[in-house]
């Protein structure tokens, strides 16, 4: 019987006149539904190893904060005054003599810093509790007069939670921990001058790791580039805002011009939010010393300032901006001061630029950084992408169907 069902089975092959097709030779054969099952759970596993190796090295930042934040100070210090040492070398100057002269000019500009700070901290700490008490005693009057026009007390208990001199005395506290980071000025000096000496072999170095490829250079010229253009514009737009408050507040009879000048410069390097705190604390001031009518020229100058050099002169010098959108620099801010403190703060856009660069350079993270980049950059990848589908697509329609039958 198994002899005649076999020769039944030949005779309607040969008479159909087709050559059955191996398992192996037909392309179209269905994938095995556990080949596509298996790396389901490896993908899991590999994600979950990801994410538990963040949150370690996210933790482990934190804790190592008084470490880290001395050294990207030195980094960031170093790719400002890159640029100078490179345009004085361009002017025929040694190289020595190029580096004694940037490394001057950095000491000069740390010492009228520690200068600045040093005596703002002293004054302004001396005056604080007579402030407090002048504080204390407007609000009490203004107390009073809401009671007198039969305001509710639920308005007068709202205000007793809003306290101005919380204000001033995290200005105070703010001023504490910058004094505190300069003592660690020897050490990020020390660390600028290694790094500047080491700077014109990073380009060899890079070079002898790629094995001529120069992928790895690549990377490191764009995000220096990046970077030391953002922060050179930065910083010049930031002089500028602090001098020109400083300018206004001391046309104005406001005590501490210099202070509140200082304050607008070293925040306006924390996006979004910067420029509006470093606002709150000398307008509470002017308020308390006085009185609405000067507080509200104050206000008219630190809004003229901030929309002509933030809204209007910034964008310009940058250009296309950052490549980060307005909702990830937001986020940045928010984690890197929680990681490392007010430095991470001033930092957040760089480290995350930093961040967003090498995820761009793998294939298999280049979507977190499409995420994190701006709309221009989506458009502008797409519209890159759109050539490249399109050849795929018609090679696709021009290769020819495989599996014929035979006649």
């Known amino acids: 019987m198994n002899d005649h069902a076999e020769s039944e089975e030949d005779r309607e092959e040969k008479g159909s006149g087709t050559i059955p097709s191996s398992p192996a030779s037909d392309s179209r054969a269905p994938a095995k539904p556990l080949d596509r099952l298996v790396p389901q759970p490896a993908r899991a596993a590999s994600a979950l190893v990801v994410a538990a190796a963040l949150v370690v090295v996210i933790a482990g930042l934190r804790s190592a904060g008084p470490i880290i934040v001395p050294f990207l100070l030195s980094t960031f210090i170093a790719i400002i005054a890159t640029p100078a040492l490179n345009w004085l070398e361009r002017s025929k100057l040694p190289r020595w003599l190029a580096m004694v002269a940037v490394i001057g000019a950095i000491i000069v500009a740390g010492a009228m810093l520690m200068g600045i700070v040093g005596s703002a901290i002293a004054d302004f700490g001396r005056d604080l509790p007579q402030y407090k008490e002048r504080i204390a005693e407007q609000s009490a009057a203004l107390g009073a007069w809401l009671e007198a026009r039969g305001i509710s007390s639920s308005l007068i208990s709202l205000a007793d939670i809003f306290k101005p001199e919380l204000a001033i005395e995290l200005t105070a506290d703010l001023f504490n921990g910058l004094g505190g980071l300069l003592t660690n000025a020897l050490l990020i000096f020390l660390t600028v001058i290694f790094i500047l000496f080491e700077a014109s072999v990073f380009s060899v170095k890079f070079r002898s790791i790629d094995k001529g490829e120069g992928r790895t250079l690549e990377r490191f010229t764009a995000f220096s580039q990046n970077v030391k253009r953002y922060l050179v514009i930065k910083t010049a737009t930031s002089l500028l805002t602090g001098a020109a408050l400083w300018l206004w507040l001391s046309l104005l009879g406001v005590d ?131 050539p490249l589908e399109k050849a795929r697509a018609e090679k696709g329609e021009g290769r020819a169907p495989s599996g014929k039958a035979i006649d």
């Not at 933030?310 to 980060?324: D, I, N, Q």
Request: charged fraction near 10%.
């Open 256 to 386: 501490y011009p210099v202070l509140w000048g200082l304050l607008a410069f070293l925040l306006n390097y924390v996006p979004n939010i910067g420029s509006i705190i470093a606002a709150v604390p000398a307008l509470l001031l002017c308020l308390i010393q006085l009185g609405p009518g000067t507080t509200l020229a104050a206000l008219a100058g630190y809004l003229i300032v901030n929309i002509a050099v933030g809204s209007v002169l910034e964008p310009r010098l940058l250009g296309k901006g950052l490549g980060l959108s307005p909702l990830v620099v937001f986020l940045s801010l928010v984690f890197w001061g929680w990681v490392l403190g007010p430095v991470g703060m001033f930092l957040s856009v760089p480290l995350t630029m930093m961040i967003k660069i090498a995820l761009d350079s793998r294939p298999d993270t280049h979507w977190i950084a499409v995420l994190l980049g701006s709309e221009e950059d989506a458009v502008q990848q797409e519209q890159e992408q759109a």
